[in-house]
């Protein structure tokens, strides 16, 4: 299977630019001084069209409130006991929350959070979600979210994985890649699956 190569960022943006396999994330000051291009093309399931790789792992990372100084931006953290998530390597792992956030309009970021395989470390898989004909299922305010809707879906053009340790901090650098796959919303149930250009298949799913 053939995926769409990343966009190529103009010469001003090149220092901004995220390999899409392994290159350091932007964090901290630096990611505030880079200017990250937001213009969405016509996406399908099928065919994403050109997305800049920049663009996705600025999404993956960046808190929601740095995204843009707007009341409909903003998150939903809830905690379950019905959450399990596919990791690369085929490791299968259970979590214990999930992150929902608002990062624009047609753009839903969703974060299956969970314990790592070593005692007091965490794991994460996280996936960028895109609806340019609908409107993403939360309902914002001063940065807090509720679920406003019980149907959704969205093409996923992203996936990042982090490992943490017992105090909440990186450890080594998050890893992110281009993918094509897909987010449903059933009611208060959340399901991703993606494809990235390694072969590997990821998924995750929990209610809400």
Request: charged share 15%; net charge positive; proline share 6%.
């Amino acid at each position: 299977m053939r995926y769409p190569a990343p966009s190529t960022a103009k010469a001003t943006q090149n220092q901004c630019s995220a390999s899409t396999a392994n290159a350091r994330q932007p964090t901290g000051s630096a990611a505030s001084e880079c200017v990250w291009p937001t213009t969405i093309t016509k996406y399908t399931t099928a065919g994403l069209g050109a997305l800049s790789a920049a663009w996705i792992a600025s999404t993956l990372w960046a808190p929601a409130s740095s995204q843009a100084a707007t009341a409909a931006i903003g998150r939903l953290t809830v905690n379950t006991k019905h959450c399990r998530f596919v990791a690369p390597s085929n490791q299968r792992l259970s979590c214990y929350r999930i992150e929902l956030a608002r990062k624009t309009d047609n753009v839903l970021r969703l974060r299956f959070i969970g314990q790592g395989e070593q005692p007091g470390r965490g794991r994460s898989l996280t996936f960028v979600a895109i609806n340019p004909e609908q409107p993403v299922p939360l309902s914002c305010k001063q940065g807090q979210c509720e679920l406003a809707s019980k149907h959704w879906q969205g093409a996923v053009v992203g996936v990042a994985e982090a490992i943490t340790t017992s105090l909440g901090l990186a450890e080594g650098l998050p890893k992110a890649w281009p993918a094509q796959g897909s987010c449903k919303l059933n009611k208060r149930q959340f399901t991703c699956t993606a494809d990235l250009s390694t072969g590997e298949a990821l998924s995750a799913e929990g209610r809400l």
